[in-house]
C-alpha cells in the first residue's frame, strides 16, 4: 500500500503528466505527497522559506495563480495548490543540490513508499541528460521509481499489477 510519494518537480507544464499519476495514486491510495523541487545553486546559496497557503478543496484558482508566476518557489508552490485543491495532503521542500543526490536522499529516508519522475521528450539533448539522471536515480534508489513519460498518459494499478505479475510467475 502506498502510503506517502515523492514528486521531484521541474517546472509546471513538463510536470503535469507525473501531477497527475501522483494525483491518482493519491487519491486511490489516501496518499501523502512530498514535492521536491531541487535547484542547482550552490550549496552556499540561501535557501528561502516556502509559504503556500493550503487552498479550499476544489479551489484550483490559487493553482492558476500561481502556475502563471516565474521562479522556484512558484514552481513548488503551484504543485502544492495542485493537490491541495484536489483534497491531498502535500509538503513542499525546496533544496539547492545535485539532482540525483537529493532524490536518493530523499528517497533512502525511509519516508516514501515510491518516487515519482517525468521525463523530458522536447530536445534530444534534454532527452538524453534526463534519460541518464533516470537511470542512475532507478539503478541507486531504495524504492521503486515510476518513470512517467511527457507524451503517454496510461494509468497502471500497482496493486492490481503486482498481482497479476504474482499470478503469471504461478502459471
Request: charged share 25%; proline share 4%.
Amino acid at each position: 500500500m502506498i502510503q506517502s510519494i515523492l514528486l521531484p518537480v521541474e517546472g509546471i507544464e513538463f510536470s503535469k503528466r507525473a501531477y497527475k499519476i501522483a494525483l491518482d495514486i493519491a487519491q486511490k491510495y489516501g496518499a501523502f505527497v512530498t514535492i521536491l523541487h531541487i535547484d542547482k545553486r550552490p550549496a552556499y546559496a540561501p535557501v528561502e522559506p516556502v509559504k503556500a497557503k493550503p487552498p479550499k478543496k476544489g479551489n484550483v484558482s490559487e493553482f492558476k495563480h500561481a502556475a502563471r508566476s516565474k521562479g522556484k518557489n512558484d514552481i513548488a508552490n503551484s504543485a502544492k495548490a495542485y493537490f491541495g485543491a484536489h483534497g491531498i495532503k502535500v509538503q513542499v521542500i525546496v533544496t539547492y543540490s545535485d539532482t540525483v543526490q537529493a532524490i536518493l536522499e530523499h528517497a533512502a529516508s525511509g519516508k516514501y513508499d515510491v518516487v515519482i519522475m517525468c521525463n523530458y521528450e522536447d530536445s534530444l539533448i534534454k532527452k538524453f541528460a534526463t534519460s541518464f539522471t533516470i537511470k542512475r536515480i532507478i539503478a541507486k534508489s531504495q524504492i521503486p521509481v515510476l518513470v512517467v513519460q511527457a507524451s503517454s498518459y496510461k494509468i497502471i494499478d500497482m496493486e492490481e499489477e503486482r498481482i497479476r505479475r504474482i499470478q503469471e510467475e504461478i502459471k
